[in-house]
C-alpha cells in the first residue's frame, strides 16, 4: 500500500551531514522526474531538489546549492539526498517525490524528520 518510504532522517549538529533515502515499489515504473522537498514548522513546502531521469539534470533550492546532492540508484530503486554541512534553517521534514509517464502519476512519500541543532 505504501509505495514511498523515507529513512535516514534524524536529529545532528550544525555542520555534520546525513543521508535521506526514499525506496520505492518497484511497481513505479517509467520514473521521468525525481524531488525532495521539505516543510518546516510554520512554513510553506519548499522545493529542496529535482533531477531528470533521462537527461541527469538536476535544480537545487539556493539555500542548499552546494550542500545538497540528488541521486538514484535503479537496482536498489532508491532515490537518495546527500546532505552536507546542514544547518539549523534545514530542520523540517523532508519528503520524497516521484514522477511518472505512462502512466503519468506523482507519488509522495509520508516524510522523514530532520532537526539541525546549533
Known amino acids: 500500500q505504501v509505495q514511498l518510504v523515507e529513512s535516514g532522517g534524524g536529529l545532528v549538529q550544525a555542520g555534520e551531514s546525513l543521508r535521506l533515502s526514499c525506496a520505492y515499489s518497484?511497481?513505479?515504473?517509467?520514473?521521468?522526474?525525481m524531488g525532495w522537498y521539505r516543510q518546516a514548522p510554520g512554513k510553506q513546502r519548499e522545493r529542496v531538489a529535482t533531477a531528470i531521469a533521462l537527461s541527469g539534470s538536476t535544480n537545487y533550492a539556493d539555500s542548499v546549492k552546494g550542500r545538497f546532492t540528488i541521486s538514484r540508484d535503479n537496482a536498489k530503486n532508491t532515490v537518495y539526498l546527500q546532505m552536507n554541512s546542514l544547518k539549523p534553517e534545514d530542520t523540517a521534514v523532508y519528503y520524497c517525490?516521484?514522477?511518472?509517464?505512462?502512466?503519468?502519476?506523482?507519488?509522495w512519500g509520508q516524510g522523514t524528520q530532520v532537526t539541525v541543532s546549533s
Open positions: 517525490n516521484l514522477g511518472t509517464i505512462f502512466p503519468v502519476r506523482d507519488y
Open positions: 518497484g511497481s513505479i515504473i517509467n520514473i521521468n522526474v
